[in-house]
């Protein structure tokens, strides 16, 4: 007996607003499908009607209108149920299923683990499916970023962040804007010395010049190459003058820069 390969799980990538990514997520042996935030309708009806696929779920990643603004809309017109994170159910609206860190999401044959990753809102969450390798990061993680710290500390969000760095390299990170290319200038004035990070900048301006995606990225690209993963990097350190200082200093030494920059 042979097994047959197992499919990949689907996903279907769009743009809504002015710089944020909203993903279809299919899985293929049962045909349940899921959004990825809900920026707004009409980009998320137009994905639906391309792929002929309909709407079982939505996942939020957290509370703010460019990732939940469509929620009660979308939820009218299609019937789905909508899940996101237990530590801000007040927050969602429209919320139907509150989930929390360790706790799981079954899309059909799939599973979702949840990870509550403060730091950018007080109830983010972000999705891994680690069966499949691919996970959704919202405003948590960026390609060569990280969200702002609306309601969190840099503690907090270092401490989220860890917990993403323990995905396998090859895991696929798709987050929730196009940041990238201005995260990749900032990445270069603390790191400029960063090969990795040199060499891909520039197939990033390359991307953008032809208003190609730069996502997703990959765990193993993040962890070589984004500095808000890198506060153990010497390098990083002597640029901010912080030789030797804990991580977690660092990466908030890091943050205030970024958001100066
Ligand atoms: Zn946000
Ligand atoms: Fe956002």
Aim: charge should be negative; proline fraction near 7%.
């Amino acid at each position: 007996m042979t097994d047959s390969p197992r499919r990949p799980l689907q996903v279907h990538m769009f743009s809504a607003l002015a710089d944020n990514y909203c993903y279809l997520v299919r899985d293929p042996d049962s045909g349940r499908t899921a959004v990825i935030d809900t920026p707004e309708i009409a980009p998320i009806e137009a994905a639906l009607a391309e792929t002929g696929w309909s709407l079982d779920y939505i996942l939020n990643t957290h509370h703010h209108a460019d990732h939940a603004g469509g929620n009660l809309a979308l939820k009218e017109k299609t019937g789905c149920t909508i899940v996101g994170p237990k530590a801000d159910a007040a927050r969602i609206p429209g919320i139907d299923i509150a989930l929390g860190d360790g706790e799981t999401f079954d899309l059909g044959s799939r599973t979702a683990t949840i990870f509550d990753t403060p730091g950018h809102t007080s109830g983010h969450i972000v999705y891994y499916f680690a069966a499949d390798g691919v996970a959704f990061t919202g405003d948590t993680l960026f390609s060569l970023g990280c969200g702002r710290l609306f309601e969190g500390s840099p503690e907090q969000m270092w401490a989220s962040l860890q917990k993403l760095l323990a995905w396998p390299d090859e895991t696929l990170v798709y987050c929730a804007h196009e940041y990238t290319q201005a995260n990749a200038a900032f990445a270069l004035t603390v790191e400029p010395d960063n090969a990795q990070l040199v060499e891909r900048a520039a197939q990033i301006d390359e991307l953008r010049s032809r208003n190609a995606p730069t996502i997703p990225s990959t765990i193993g690209l993040e962890r070589a190459t984004n500095p808000f993963l890198r506060p153990t990097s010497p390098a990083l350190q002597a640029t901010l003058g912080m030789t030797g200082a804990p991580p977690a200093d660092v990466f908030a030494e890091t943050r205030r820069r970024k958001d100066h920059f």
